[in-house]
């Protein structure tokens, strides 16, 4: 059982930045798929960005490619997105997600979610 806690959260300005993490205990962190996801109030959750075991692939939603970046540090356990440029739509709940499989990057279905941490993106 992989547990996974997202910190990094808060209030940002437009155009400002902010840098959300995730780190695991309980598994192999390696072994894992790992990904982002957000729900904004009233809506849906989305996929955000995603990186592979070894961080040989990476993809990220339309909504946030060239403003984002995923990346991963396995000798920590810990994944991270940056977030730049930000914008009053990237307001939401963003979850961190693991998947053992090797097939989450094309499927985008994750075992395993954190609690979520709240970005607020307000003037």
């Known amino acids: 059982q992989v547990q996974l806690v997202e910190s990094g959260g808060g209030l940002a300005q437009p155009g400002g930045s902010l840098r959300l993490s995730c780190a695991a205990s309980?598994?192999?962190?390696?072994?894992?798929?790992l990904g982002w996801f957000r729900q904004a109030p009233g809506k849906e959750r989305e996929f955000v960005a995603a990186?592979?075991?070894?961080?040989?692939?990476?993809n990220y939603a339309g909504s946030v490619k060239g403003r984002f970046t995923i990346s991963r540090d396995n000798a920590k356990n810990t994944v991270y997105l940056q977030m730049n440029s930000l914008k009053s739509e990237d307001t939401a709940v963003y979850y961190c997600?693991?998947?053992?499989?090797?097939?989450?990057?094309?499927?985008?279905?994750?075992?395993?979610w954190g609690q979520g941490t709240q970005v607020t993106v307000s003037s």
């Open positions: 309980g598994g192999t962190f390696s072994s894992y798929d």
């Open positions: 990186i592979s075991r070894y961080g040989g692939s990476i």
């Open positions: 997600a693991a998947d053992p499989r090797g097939l989450a990057l094309r499927d985008r279905t994750y075992a395993y």
